[in-house]
């Protein structure tokens, strides 16, 4: 049952492909987004707080931001195949969409000038947010079948500017995240169930009502499905480190450091007993402790997995061409590959069949470290309107299909954004934006479990059909 926290774990790794490659969100200003997150040297407004903390330190007032992202994502799988452990196709459905239509996503930034060198801010952002869900019925259940993450950081930074050349800004981050999943568990994947049921828990597919309960021999393929829903949550702290270099009037260069999170996830697993001929046994035979004679699957206990977030680095710039135009670059590599291991525990050990014992399982998605590549522009087409535009290529971490999970079918992707920014008046700014986020088609093809820890799943495949479109929304207001 390995993936009931593979989803806990996918889960605050992951926030989804709807977004951006790997786990994180994608977008947290509308600013930036509408330059396909080129602009981190730009220092617009308030949300520098996450692309460069430095970037306070160039505002001309205190400011409020409040952004909105509307993301519509989809992922759609087909040709799902899957195998039970001990052999033969799993049935069920093998196509459909798993994202839903639209999820909303709200950030807020603010800044405070102390004085004309020091600037102080507060963001509060989504960095990870998912919702993917199959049917009860794919055949994929035995991987995972539902998972439900968002995860908020709460962020203060102060910015200092050392000369008018040179600033500087640190953050201190605070995530909370909360994760819930559902995941389906063959109890028969060690062949119990087939070979040894009592006459109650196989008596709903028996007509001989009325007998004494015996133990009889069945074949339980199928048959003997039960599913955990999972909750956890937990907070995780780091910091991030900003600078910004005006070289010229025309040129500006910055770096960005985000550090890594780690994250403790604990929660709880909630055991339901699904197929015909384990629904009766559960109670009795399945559902107890192994000391109380059952198998360790109990209808609650609690999990735990430890994680770490990755850290990044960015380095990014602008270069004022014109009067009225300016260009933007940004790459950002990300240390993805802290996502090789991850060691789920359970409170109670599971018998796992032949006399073996597990309270945990190890998955090892062996994701490598991956790098963004952003080039933008901004346009002032007039007085209060200012036109933007971006494109962004977007490396995937995940190395080939085989480890690749099925609630993150993730691909390579290519950005492509536009925008606005609207200022009637001084003290009013409104940002507009549209991303349309191209995903590589993707395949996913995984191994059965060994049957040496908590996982009874057996291989699975299936083909993925990705991309998202976000539509960006921001105020300002400029005190």
């Known amino acids: 049952m390995l993936k009931k926290i593979t989803v806990l774990v996918s889960g605050l790794f992951v926030a989804h492909l709807a977004h951006a490659s790997g786990y994180h969100f994608g977008t947290q200003s509308v600013t930036a987004q509408s330059t396909a997150n080129s602009s981190a040297a730009e220092a617009a407004d308030a949300t520098t707080i996450f692309s460069n903390p430095a970037g306070l330190a ?91 993450l968002t995860t908020v950081a709460v962020e203060p930074v102060v910015s200092f ?20 999943l559902r995941k389906y568990a063959d109890w028969d994947a060690t062949g119990s169930v087939s070979e040894l049921v009592t006459y109650e828990a196989n008596k709903k597919a028996n007509s001989q009502a009325g007998q004494p309960a015996t133990f009889v021999r069945v074949d339980a393929t199928g048959k003997a499905d039960g ?3 999972v909750k956890g949550n937990d907070w995780g702290f780091g910091y991030q480190l900003g600078w910004l270099w005006d070289i010229n009037d025309q040129t500006r260069v910055g770096i960005n450091y985000r550090s890594k999170v780690e994250h403790n996830l604990k929660g709880t697993a909630d055991w339901q007993a699904d197929g015909v001929y384990v629904q009766a046994a ?6 107890k402790t192994i000391a109380e004679g059952g198998t360790g699957y109990v209808p609650h206990e609690k999990a735990s997995v430890k994680i770490v977030t990755p850290e990044s680095l960015s380095v990014h710039g602008m270069y004022k061409a014109t009067d009225k135009l300016n260009l933007f670059g940004d790459v950002t590599w990300t240390r993805h590959s802290r996502f090789n291991r991850a060691e789920l525990v359970f409170e109670n050990e599971k018998n796992i069949g032949r006399g073996q014992k597990s309270d945990r399982t190890i998955i090892t998605p062996n994701w490598r470290n991956t790098y963004k590549v952003a080039f933008g522009g901004s346009y002032q087409y007039s007085e209060p309107l200012q036109l933007r535009a971006g494109i962004a290529f977007d490396q995937s971490p995940v190395r080939s299909a085989s480890s690749r999970l099925n609630t993150l079918p993730d691909g390579n992707r ?13 003290n009013h700014i409104f940002d507009v934006a549209y991303s349309h986020i191209h995903i590589n088609d993707t395949t996913f093809s995984a191994a059965a479990s060994t049957g040496n820890d908590v996982d009874s799943k057996g291989t699975g495949s299936a083909k993925f059909n990705n991309y998202a479109n976000i539509v960006g929304l921001q105020y300002t207001y400029k005190f």
């Open 58 to 148: 160039k505002l001309d007032s205190d400011q409020i931001t409040a952004s909105l992202n509307l993301v519509a994502p989809h992922i759609k799988y087909s040709d799902a195949k899957a195998t039970y452990r001990r052999g033969g196709e799993v049935q069920g459905e093998n196509s459909g969409k798993i994202t839903k239509d639209v999820v909303a996503a709200p950030h807020i930034y603010g800044a405070h000038k102390i004085n004309d060198d020091v600037t102080v801010g507060l963001g509060v952002y989504v960095p990870f947010a998912s919702s993917t869900e199959y049917s009860e019925n794919s055949v994929l259940r035995h991987h995972l079948n539902q998972l439900g």
């Open 414 to 426: 290519i950005w492509y954004s536009v925008g606005a920014k609207y200022q009637p008046a001084k």
């Open 282 to 287: 559960y109670p009795t035979r399945i559902g």
């Open 161 to 180: 500017k050392i000369n008018p050349q040179h600033a500087v800004g640190v953050g201190a981050i605070a995530q909370y995240s909360t994760a819930e």
């Open 227 to 229: 599913h955990a829903k």
